[in-house]
């Protein structure tokens, strides 16, 4: 509720993608940073991070996802965007998962945040790329 709110506010002065990906780099660096012995409240403050960036990114991807088709497509956009963030998630849960029973957990760690990192850089290049305006006919 609140998060949202503030996630709110905080997509409306920037673009989305910097704002998620953002969100992205805050939530892996704060996960490297638990990696060790004894920090359970690293970890508790993660997982309060993670939630924070996914009510930021979340909240700027729904509204994305149901202006950019128009009125007469945004629930086919809508639907569209959820399949797509389950199924992401659950994929991605699986292969953090693999990273997870690591018997080296610093390995494990890195490996997670090199995953992570990579990802955001394809969602960057897939941002940064030109696009053609809809309206223009070839």
Request: glycine fraction near 12%; proline fraction near 2%; hydrophobic fraction near 50%.
């Amino acid at each position: 509720g609140l998060v949202a709110l503030v996630a709110g506010l905080i997509e409306a002065g920037h673009d989305t993608s910097t704002v998620s990906a953002v969100a992205l780099l805050l939530t892996g660096g704060v996960l490297l940073g638990a990696s060790g012995d004894g920090r359970w409240w690293l970890l508790v403050t993660a997982e309060l991070v993670i939630g924070a960036g996914t009510a930021i990114y979340s909240t700027a991807l729904n509204r994305t996802a149901s202006t950019s088709l128009g009125a007469q497509a945004a629930g086919l956009a809508s639907g569209i965007y959820n399949t797509s963030r389950q199924v992401g998630q659950s994929v991605g849960i699986a292969v953090l998962g693999i990273f997870a029973v690591m018997s080296d957990s610093s390995t494990a760690y890195v490996a997670a945040i090199l995953l992570v990192a990579g990802s955001v850089a394809v969602i960057a290049a897939t941002e940064l790329r030109p696009r053609s305006s809809p309206n223009h006919q070839p």
